[in-house]
């Protein structure tokens, strides 16, 4: 993880955070520390009552709260969001861990896989991106950091992203996680 601290901090501040600021329900997963303790997305302070917001990985949008708000962020899928009713097909060992747009990353506490699933769909049907937590972090450093160095516009005069630079995302995940499975991880998400 150390090595990804270079990476992810050109996406936005980071800052060490321990695992006493964790506020959850169920314990932290030591990958999951290990990965605010080395990587640590902080992010801007927008406003001095909002505190930090976190960190948006580059052409992708993925977004990783502070550990001290994540917690927050399990609810929509854990809870409900006012009434704070435990939502019942929710499965106990998931750990909402980022999100893109509101569908969750999922870290599977059992197995230790990442997963991802489009919320809205009625059912929550997860797809396993990752086998762990660092491979998942990797793939992204290594796909925003090519938006990020991007020449040019990331979008046509559609909105719809330029095909050279797909293609040069799709070329670094390869790198991290070989070509089949970069494929299925681009097909999941859609990108």
């Keep these: 993880m150390h090595a990804l601290h270079a990476s992810f901090a050109r996406f936005g501040p980071l800052q060490a955070q321990s695992a006493d600021l964790w506020q959850g329900d169920v314990p932290?997963?030591?990958a999951l520390a290990a990965f605010y303790a080395q990587v640590g997305p902080w992010g801007e302070t927008v406003h001095a009552?909002?505190?930090p917001v976190g960190i948006s990985v580059p052409g992708v949008n993925v977004a990783f709260p502070p550990l001290h708000r994540l917690w927050a962020l399990q609810a929509g899928y854990r809870w409900e969001g006012d009434a704070g009713a435990r939502?019942?097909?929710w499965p106990e060992q998931w750990l909402v861990i980022a999100d893109q747009n509101a569908d969750p990353f999922i870290l599977d506490l059992d197995s230790g896989?990442?997963?991802f699933a489009f919320?809205?769909?009625g059912t929550w049907e997860a797809t396993v991106l990752t086998e762990d937590l660092?491979?998942?972090v990797a793939v992204l450093a290594a796909v925003g950091t090519v938006y990020l160095e991007a020449d040019d516009d990331l979008e046509d005069d559609e909105g719809e992203l330029r095909?050279?630079?797909r293609q040069a995302a799709l070329h670094a995940a390869v790198a991290v996680l070989g070509d089949e499975a970069a494929d299925?991880?681009?097909d999941t998400l859609e990108w």
């Design 28 to 30: 932290l997963p030591p």
């Design 184 to 186: 299925a991880f681009f």
């Design 113 to 115: 896989q990442v997963l």
């Design 163 to 165: 095909d050279e630079h």
């Design 49 to 51: 009552s909002v505190g």
């Design 134 to 136: 660092p491979t998942f």
């Design 87 to 89: 939502i019942a097909d």
């Design 119 to 121: 919320h809205g769909a």
